[in-house]
């Protein structure tokens, strides 16, 4: 736990307690309690408990709510940068209240029979603090929040697990839905329609839902996993080939389109499947909005292209004007012709839609992101992002999934 400066530490429970009126606790991967009194390391399965509960928070994605104790409840926040797991952090025991009349007797009974006397026992419930389990789960979500806000650390696994466990759920509900209405396993073509109109539209969150629901009835169609991949793979071009029949100019998405069915055809069960069939996805709306300007002038065709393949570095309207062999002005002339928007517009929209993938798909904070996508400073970036989203960049990734 050594990695954990004292500022972070410092910080975190400051934030914590003056929310909550609690002290969190770090435990290392044992699930030994670093540098606090534990009144309930007597408890023989503790450390055993509270190593599953580190675990099941890596695996879920988020924070975990557990019972050490019968009415004793804990959240545990696993603490993940980058891949590493370094520990996890506890939001400190409290009695459930609305469990604690019925189920009192069994707290202390447990507690005897791991290791505890009667009266230490009873002092120790009398001493934690009364919580509805409601106001625990929402403490465990803040903690969650406040320490990877205070740290900066990026839970890229944790970030995964949370999003293989939000679509498997999806696909479940679907499979269900469509089974309580006995429905023929077949996907209509107007959900096809509906995904693409979507995807052109950029919405993201309404795109995964539509795609979903289509993995869910493929699945039902047949469990075996080559007909999958090809009913998938199937889906890729049939999306591919409506983008270009609505637009001609789209012809580059086949490219992308190639690119992923490889990945399709190699992924190995269904999960890994579905999860190149979202990255796919996500790949397929940002090519449709790099792809979907007027481009049917060849240098401001190339003035795009260099934009979206450059976006991230330093770019101004010379720059790109050099490298299409156009005088500033008269590429300026020519861009707001055929797309409706001046060069400095579409790097910013470029930018910002790379900014909303990346808040999606990573856990880097808005500074990160915003060098990444090259905005020079963060307010900058934020400007720009509320501009053209309508939302901060904050608001969109809480709700963006």
């Known amino acids: 736990m050594a990695i954990l400066s004292k500022r972070i530490i410092s910080q975190v429970s400051r934030t914590y307690y003056q929310k909550y009126g609690a002290r969190p606790c770090f435990v290392d991967l044992a699930g030994k309690i670093m540098g606090a009194k534990d009144e309930l390391a007597m408890l023989t399965n503790m450390r055993r408990k509270r190593n599953y509960a580190l675990q099941e928070s890596i695996n879920l994605g988020e924070a975990y709510v557990f019972f050490p104790v019968p009415i004793v409840g804990a959240c545990m926040v696993g603490l993940e940068n980058e891949r ?32 505890i006397s009667r009266t230490r026992a009873v002092n120790i419930l009398k001493r934690l603090p009364k919580w509805p389990e409601q106001r625990m789960r929402e403490a465990s979500k803040f903690l969650e929040k406040t320490f990877y806000q205070i740290s900066g650390w990026t839970p890229d696994l944790m970030k995964e697990n949370r999003l293989k466990i939000m679509q498997a759920a999806q696909i479940n509900q679907a499979i269900r839905a469509q089974r309580g209405k006995n429905e023929q396993a077949l996907y209509a073509f107007e959900k096809e329609r509906a995904l693409l109109a979507n995807i052109r539209a950029g919405d993201r969150k309404g795109a995964r839902r539509i795609l979903n629901e289509m993995l869910a009835t493929i699945y039902m169609s047949s469990p075996k996993l080559a007909v999958l991949r090809a009913r998938v793979v199937e889906l890729m071009s049939c999306l591919t080939r409506a983008a270009i029949e609505d637009n001609p100019l789209m012809e580059p998405l086949i490219e992308r389109n190639h690119a992923w069915t490889e990945k399709l055809v190699a992924a190995k069960d269904f999960e890994t499947l579905s999860q190149v069939l979202m990255a796919a996805l996500d790949d397929f709306i940002e090519g449709i909005y790099l792809h979907g300007f007027n481009r049917s002038n060849a240098k401001v065709r190339k003035a795009l292209e260099f934009i979206s393949e450059n976006f991230m570095k330093t770019i101004t309207l010379n720059i790109v004007a050099d490298h299409v062999g156009l005088s500033s002005s008269r590429l ?41 996508v090259g905005f020079g400073d963060q307010s900058y970036f934020i400007k720009h992002f509320k501009r053209i989203s309508g939302s901060t960049p904050a608001r969109y990734r809480r709700h963006a999934v």
């Open 84 to 115: 590493m797991v370094h520990g996890g952090l506890i939001g400190g025991e409290v009695v459930i209240a609305d469990k604690s009349d019925a189920f009192y007797d069994d707290s202390i009974a447990y507690m005897i029979s791991h290791g």
């Open 332 to 372: 300026a002339h020519v861009v707001k012709q055929f797309t409706g928007r001046t060069i400095t517009q579409i790097i910013h929209e470029v930018r910002v839609r790379n900014a909303q993938r990346l808040l999606v798909q990573t856990s880097k904070s808005c500074t990160e992101i915003a060098y990444d």
